[in-house]
């Protein structure tokens, strides 16, 4: 993204009109969303190290091997006593050295116990809320302000992709420069020139990753995501053969802040318990509860961390997952959902990565990759992103101050009497009805800037 926050005029051959126009804006959107960009690549670190360093559920708990271990049951019961609430969701061990993990409610809040399989002892518990990677993730998505920050979030994302589009254009090679001088920075240079050389060239390079981590993070958001683009891209609950539905839906399963329902299943429907309806699952006769729906789910294939969701009311039904991304699994594509009837055993519903919408699968490998959860190779690459993003605002900045002219903010000017180009102009439509909250600020901005002086926003005629 080229010369944010850069306050003179271009050269002279790059004064054109269009380049000034689209330079203002790039100026505004960079300094509306540098602020959050920065907040994003900040919290986004911290969920890398909350799902790397430590799990999704703090940090990680070893124990040790080869001793016989207590019933799953027993060691729910153990959790439950230990802060006095439900059992919700047990998480299996992802290897013999690691603790079961339980999330029991208690007190309206989930908390997190860790048990020792070995004679079922409760090794740590604590409020979910208290995560490292919880209380970053409520700020990414929230800024802790609830649905307020969610649209404030939607609203920067939005702009975000604004300033890459802008960014592009001024980044463009003009003045007789080169695709190979504008893709490499001149270190030679000094001062803001070379704040500026970096800016350009590293804008470039981050630019097709920001715009994955924008569209990525939009899907989570309450307008855009949820309810236009999560809404043509759920699992459709007809497709199951004539199974019982329940009012809940797959985001019942989630808790709190944290969305741990794979996008394309969130707004399905849960199926319900108490029918002769579903396929052959637990062995007829058999008690069912955590141990035996655990052993049936390593019987069908779930060999990685899984987990299983306890039945919530009377048509409640034990829901077995995996997914990437929640750290259950080390493939993008291996996410796997079974329903089972609390009463029956028989599998009521299962979805797959094969079920999905293409929406749903770009979902379930973006937000895997958005996490840095497939590998360290992965979360390399994501705090070297983040750290570069945060660069690239401080470089904008850097670059604005010092150029900003003395007791004025210093915003590029359009030229004398400019007109919006027609294709500009339908640009900006475009981007307004695919992104609502961000075409309302475009509006916004538009009204106010339309109502400046002529003074405050136009060159000279001889500048023009």
Request: hydrophobic content about 45%; glycine content about 10%.
């Amino acid at each position: 993204m080229a010369s944010t926050f850069e306050t003179s005029r271009p050269d002279a051959a790059n004064s054109t009109r269009l380049y000034r126009a689209i330079w203002r804006w790039h100026f505004y959107a960079g300094l509306i969303v540098a602020p959050f960009l920065i907040v994003l690549a900040l919290t986004g670190m911290v969920m890398v190290y909350g799902n790397s360093v430590e799990t999704f559920l703090g940090p990680k708990r070893h124990v040790a091997v080869g001793s016989e271990r207590a019933r799953i049951v027993e060691q729910a019961a153990a959790a439950q006593a230990a802060v006095g609430g439900t059992v919700t969701m047990y998480v299996s061990p992802p290897s013999e050295d690691r603790a079961s993990l339980f999330i029991v409610e208690a007190d309206e809040a989930p908390h997190v116990v860790s048990v020792d399989p070995n004679g079922a002892k409760v090794l740590d518990s604590y409020l979910r809320e208290d995560t490292w990677f919880y209380w970053a993730n409520e700020i990414h998505g929230t800024l802790l302000i609830g649905d307020i920050g969610d649209r404030i979030m939607e609203i920067a994302a939005g702009l975000g992709l604004v300033l890459v589009l802008t960014g592009l254009y001024l980044w463009w090679p003009r003045n007789g420069r080169s695709f190979i001088q504008v893709l490499v920075p001149r270190f030679s240079a000094t001062g803001r020139a070379l704040w500026k050389e970096l800016h350009v060239t590293l804008g470039f390079y981050l630019s097709v990753v920001l715009v994955f981590f924008l569209v990525s993070g939009l899907s989570w958001t309450g307008i855009w995501g949820t309810e236009m683009t999560q809404a043509w891209s759920t699992f459709p609950a007809e497709k199951w053969d004539n199974v019982p539905l329940s009012d809940k839906t797959h985001a019942s399963m989630n808790h709190g802040a944290l969305e741990e329902v794979p996008w394309g299943l969130e707004q399905t429907p849960m199926p319900a318990s108490g029918s002769n309806a579903g396929a052959a699952g637990l062995p007829e006769g058999t008690q069912i509860n955590l141990d035996t729906v655990a052993a049936f789910a390593k019987s069908i294939g779930f060999d990685e961390q899984f987990r299983i969701n306890v039945p919530s009311g009377e048509e409640g039904v034990y829901t077995i997952s995996a997914d990437s991304m929640d750290g259950d699994t080390t493939s993008p594509t291996g996410d796997r959902t079974v329903h089972i009837d609390q009463y029956t055993g028989k599998i009521l519903a299962e979805v797959g990565y094969a079920d999905y919408s293409m929406a749903a699968k770009a979902m379930a490998v973006g937000i895997a990759l958005h996490q840095g959860n497939l590998g360290l190779w992965n979360t390399v690459l994501n705090i070297v992103y983040c750290l570069s993003v945060i660069f690239m605002c401080v470089s904008g900045m850097v670059m604005w101050w010092k150029r900003r002219p003395v007791g004025s903010l210093g915003a590029p000017l359009y030229p004398r009497d400019y007109r919006i180009p027609r294709g500009i102009l339908g640009i900006a439509v475009v981007v307004a009805v695919v992104f609502p909250l961000t075409g309302l600020s475009i509006v916004a901005f538009s009204i106010i800037d339309f109502l400046l002086p002529r003074r405050m926003k136009e060159v000279s005629s001889q500048g023009a």
